[in-house]
DNA sequence: GGAAATTCCGGGAATGATC
DNA sequence: GATCATTCCCGGAATTTCC
């Protein structure tokens, strides 16, 4: 606990400031400096987003965001006006300067007001706690970047600062706060939201730790990808059961369009963040993270248990299937997300004729709406 | 024109002038001051709204309104800085003290915001109109003035306020010229919209011409209410087929709950507000206007070209039905709106047994959601 | 505790911007 | 003129306010 080091600091100093004759003079100051700088960093790095700002924030639309002085009820005890604490929009290059500069330098233009956006920082007697919470947020509108070339609004980073500044305890040390949110892409209608969420999911995903704001690979191995996707496939769908190997392959051949691979092939190769979600897969009108979104939100709603049970094959090729069932006796049947449609699910049967022929139907595929006309799911 | 009328004026004005030696000081002086009030008079009057902001009007809304000044191409000739106009939401009482004092008093507090309220009056050299258009205007909020009892928020009138003062150009006398809109019901959801076009109509209909604001009878006659419900059937549905005998006498029946009066009997009864729009018909969740205007949407959305052939009879009770169609062939039908469903028409038809006997049937009525899914009307 | 009034916000449709 | 981006606003649902 970070409490516990500012006491053992506290104590330093003390005995430092005790033993001052005995040092003399010179090494004195030298400690006394680097114990400040120490401190200092120490009590910049206690000042936390506690609960972060939706990373997909639409303006119009209250949020909230929460931040957390760690060491505020040990060195702001004596204050009686309260210490507010602000919340701007950042772009991500002012992001950028705020992380090179150890100064705190001031924002020059902003890139949307949040409204509500000065709080007060709170310290709770009982629970020990200090924080500022930032309920009836909003962001009125959006100021968007200049973009390079095919750049979409969705694409476009930003974050929240959160910066105070307080007067410490002892010495009335007067000190800048400042934190930022983790990246945020605004948008301004839901049908943006997708696209956002590709954005958010890949940062998130595949970004290193201290980087500066907000960079992150343009492509990844295909396996890491594999990773994440599955990740969010069980946090979305809130399941248990993951994807597995064939499933992978066959997701595979869809980002990569490639359908002459093996699944061996495709381990070594590494996916970019155009073929994830900035190019339409060939002879559909979406992106595989579109796609692939579409199934989440198909399956979360409606499939669920079914997934859950391993009744759903799902990600499974037409070929693939059609080889499947052709071996299969009359009247398999097995469920499969649709690749023509977004959030569709079809059910592809086999009819064996008397001579033994086999036909494999696929229906017409169903939507999440469809199912609940038919109340099932 | 009232043009032509000033340039009387002025001719008046000037030959009053000329001839001022010979009338002596005093009556000179009488006269002009005569002339000055009665050209004041005038001018203001030539200050009108044009396009009236709409009568139901929902904050947060975007709506248009327009001004126009008749005599400004006359007046107000060497302006070069242009003249600004006003638009302010005032309340009925507000709105009674401007009417009753001459001098403009200055508004004291506002009961909502108009967002973008201020606009240039522009005269158009072409057209020789001067305007002022208020595009993009938008009320923010509305401040509800305190009710007593039983008066809900769409029963409150407000209106709207144009107001700018302007320095006429002969004699450069500065003039304050202020006109009120209709009066206007503000909502803040669609689902307020009924009940306030309801105010809005018995407004319109029955108030006195120069009234004060915004005054109008608590009752009128059952005629008077026959005609206009007509006139508003009409308007809506745009259809000239109006209302019948038959029909009014169907709806006094449901507006005043008795069905034992003869038809002569309701001519010279009188109907009250409460009755129109206030108190629920007994049995049902709604009003008589708004099981009205809920006829209204429907024929007006579906039902047009079938009421404007009169294949609708629409307006009849279920009872009448059963006394018509007890006598008519078997199989007969027509089309009767529901009673008990806001926007809903049912077919009314005679099943008669071999016995002779017959059975009036009523189908589940129909909405226009209903209808539109079987993509009739 | 229920009705009235309002706020919140998803998403369709219209409009505006951009290449 | 097609796509992207945004605004506009309806109306269901949640929340708040007022009796």
Redesign the pocket.
Known sequence: RCESLVEIYFQLQQQVLALGAELGAELLARLQERFSEVMSSLVKSSFLVEKQPPQVL??Q??FQAGIRFLLGPRLLKASAKPYMVRADMVTEKQARELALSVYSSTLSESTGEIMHNVVALETNPTSGTCCANFK?V?LK??K?CE?KGSE???EEKCAVLFSTTVALSPGNLSIHLQVLSLPIVV???????N?AKATVLWDNAFSEMDRVPFMVAERVPWEKMCETLNLKFMAEVQTTKGLLKEHYFFLAQKIFNDHSASPEDFQNRSVSWAQFNKEILPGRGFTFWQWFDGVLDLTKRCLKSYWSDRLIVGFISKQFVCKLLSSAPDGTFLLRFSDSEIGGVTIAHVMRGKDGSSQVENIQPFSAKDLSIRSLG
Do not use: F, P
């Open positions: 639409k303006t639309t209250k009836n909003l509108k959006i968007r973009r979409s609004v969705t948008i301004v209608h839901g049908n943006q939201d696209n």
